[in-house]
Nanobody, 116 residues
């Protein structure tokens, strides 16, 4: 399974950050796979934002739940992240991740900077 993040590298404060993860080598509907968004702000550790499960159900970290949406397009084998009302504190490298029993795949990550 290969994952590739895409989206704008620069977002203005108060706007919505939108990223897409394109999956190849496997289907996002495959049983027992969970498709996550994770980020790493500069100088900090990894932060789990949320995931969309193989069933299509989405779950979010309490820290992000109020302003996050994760959805999928099964026809394109993609899943997307929308993070609303961003601030400079949302500047980070954003990763998409696929996890299943015995498997853990990562995209290369994409830098997103929030700045006016």
């Amino acid at each position: 399974v290969q994952l590739q993040e895409s989206g704008p590298g620069l977002v203005k404060p108060s706007q919505t950050l939108s990223l897409t993860c394109t999956v190849s080598g496997g289907s996002i509907t495959t049983n027992y796979y969970f498709w996550s968004w994770i980020r790493q702000p500069p100088g900090k550790g990894l932060e789990w934002i949320g995931y969309i499960a193989y069933s299509g159900n989405a779950y979010y970290s309490p820290s992000f739940k109020s302003r996050t949406s994760i959805s999928r397009d099964t026809s394109k084998n993609q899943f997307t992240l929308q993070l609303n009302s961003v601030t400079p504190e949302d500047t980070a490298v954003y990763y998409c991740n696929a996890r299943a029993p015995k498997y853990d795949y990562w995209g290369q990550g994409t830098q997103v900077t929030v700045s006016s």
